[in-house]
């Protein structure tokens, strides 16, 4: 009993230098939700489905949670990312990860040794081939390298405990001989005992320092598994955050359409109504400070037939005082207090959402005043052509002129 215990500590001494934990990485390349969103993220909903896309992310990494804290931080990860997918509103990119719950360790030991019957009725791990091949080279791991030694040289003396009397098929081929039967004699050996035992304890110290090293590696890289996840999630709200950005910048201007003069059919009580404008340039919407230009409040007069002018006359007027700018008019308002409140809300919107403002100034020209008689033109303007019927000479200011019978002045 105490030399089956021998070889078995033996054993894990082996596999214990030899193999290395590793943890399945979290990729579109192996995940098939992750590549399913990545794709929805790319071709239809850049806001919402990069938010699942994070939260497949999180239920790939739960499968390798194994401890406590591991799952109390990934768990508050994938409750805050749901939460996110529901203030957003119906309907959700992924409904089913919204109503999924994680698998909490189940790719966890996936890579551990297949397990035997021994006969007893309970599985027992099954015994790897003794036939040790040495790693080429140095580990990088003081303790895995002097295990490795310890390993290497306990072979002839596992070979001696189970073939003392010279069978030529030892532990180094492998598997043992067809024929093999361990001798009861063997285990009456104390001398032989007395020396695995000294290597066992001599091993003993290395086999913990190494226990404790792969499983410092582990918690190494979980630390840094887990600060990707942070680091990745953070990125993906500040994007999230950007394009809810572009989309309220978006939103503003449209609700700003390009408005019109009135038409003769307004109520002839109107005789003003107040416009303002303004101007941006729809590709730069996604820059990180594009420039807003938004004009004065100004007035229109109109016309004393009951007419307007158009749109093209006032808006050329107002071209004069932005330059260069393609403007865009926001009016009529019948009054001027809900002009300025319109005026006010687009430019305190716009400082919200990263425009730089920038002040269009307009005097909008007087209109002509009617001559006494009341005619004007289409326009509203005087009317500068009208005749006087009163001849300005009269009979007054000059002396009747003496004509012939034909009508010609007679010289006296």
């Known amino acids: 009993m105490k030399h089956r215990y021998i070889l078995r500590s033996l054993i894990c001494l082996s596999l214990l230098s030899a193999a290395g934990e590793s943890f399945a990485q979290c990729t579109e390349a192996k995940d098939a939700d992750m590549a399913k969103y990545k794709r929805l993220t790319e071709t239809q909903d850049a806001q919402g489905c990069s938010q699942c896309a994070m939260l497949s992310l999180y239920f790939c990494s739960a499968k390798y949670c194994a401890t406590a804290e591991d799952k109390r931080k990934v768990g508050a990860m994938i409750s805050a990312c749901k939460r996110n997918i529901q203030n957003m509103g119906q309907p959700y990119c992924c409904p089913e990860l919204v109503t999924r719950e994680p698998q909490w360790g189940s790719m966890v030991g996936n890579s551990s040794p297949a397990t035997v019957n021994s006969g007893s009725g309970s599985p027992e791990p099954a015994s790897p081939s003794l036939d040790y091949a040495t790693p080429s080279g140095s580990s990088g791991d003081e303790s895995v390298d002097k295990a490795t030694e310890l390993v290497k040289a306990a072979m002839p003396l596992l070979n001696q405990i189970i073939n003392p009397e010279g069978t ?11 024929n093999y039967k361990v001798p009861s004699s063997s285990y009456s050996d104390n001398q032989t005992f007395n020396k695995t035992t000294e290597f066992i304890e001599a091993a003993t110290p290395f086999i913990n320092q190494l226990s404790a090293n792969m499983q410092a590696r582990r918690e190494e890289e979980e630390r840094q598994r887990l600060e990707q996840l942070k680091k990745e999630q ?9 394009m809810q950005l572009i989309a309220n910048r978006k939103k503003l201007i449209s609700s700003f359409p390009d408005g019109k003069t009135p038409l003769s059919s307004q109520p002839k009580a109107i005789k003003e109504v107040f416009f303002f404008v303004y101007s941006h340039e729809p590709a730069s919407i996604g820059n990180q400070n594009p420039v807003l230009h938004v004009s004065n409040v100004f007035s229109m007069t109109r016309h004393q037939d009951g007419t307007w002018p158009f749109k093209a006359n006032l808006m050329e007027q107002v071209q004069k005082s932005a330059a ?11 009054d001027k ?7 006010q809300y687009l430019s305190s919107r716009a400082g919200e959402y990263g425009f730089i403002l920038k002040s ?8 002509a005043v009617a001559s ?6 289409f326009w509203g303007n005087a009317n ?21 019978f034909w009508g010609n002045p007679v010289k006296d």
């Open 372 to 377: 006494d008689s009341g005619e004007t033109d």
């Open 234 to 242: 953070a990125a993906a709200e500040a994007k999230a955050r950007w």
């Open 337 to 343: 207090a809900s002009a300025l409140d319109q005026q």
């Open 324 to 334: 260069g700018l393609s403007l865009t008019l926001s009016g009529f308002y019948t």
């Open 168 to 178: 030529s098929q030892g532990l180094s081929s492998g598997n043992p001989p067809a």
């Open 360 to 367: 269009i100034s307009h005097t909008p020209k007087k209109p």
């Open 384 to 404: 500068t052509d009208t005749k006087s019927t009163t001849n300005p000479k009269t009979s007054s200011d000059k002396a009747e002129a003496k004509v012939d």
